[in-house]
């Protein structure tokens, strides 16, 4: 009889890979944007399914701007710009290269 797969659980935006800039970093970095999450929450332990819940008011944020950064309103556009730089850094520190991304992309 096979047994009912655990949900997965999330490592938390400082145990990700590539220093946090993966699809589920940037849902949780939008999160921050738009207050959904206060910014001290990483999501570590979180199953798959509240992240899920989180994506959708997430969407319902951005198709409130077209999902684009530059229609955002210039409180949360200048929000945006600094919780993304700051990730960036950061996970440069890690070792993190976008442009190894795009390289493997190609």
Known sequence: ?????SPKIYVGLEN??????TMIGNVIRDA??????P???TCEGWAMSRIDAIHQQINAEWDKYGCMVSRLP???RARHK???DEAM???R?????????VDEVD
Do not use: C, H
């Open 82 to 84: 600094q919780i993304y």
């Open 39 to 41: 910014e001290t929450e």
């Open 74 to 76: 210039d409180d949360l």
């Open 16 to 21: 990700d890979l590539n220093g946090g800039m």
């Open 1 to 5: 009889m096979k047994r009912p797969s």
């Open 32 to 37: 921050w944007v738009f207050g959904i999450l």
């Open 93 to 101: 520190t890690r070792g993190w290269n976008p442009d190894e991304i």
């Open 89 to 91: 850094a950061r996970a």
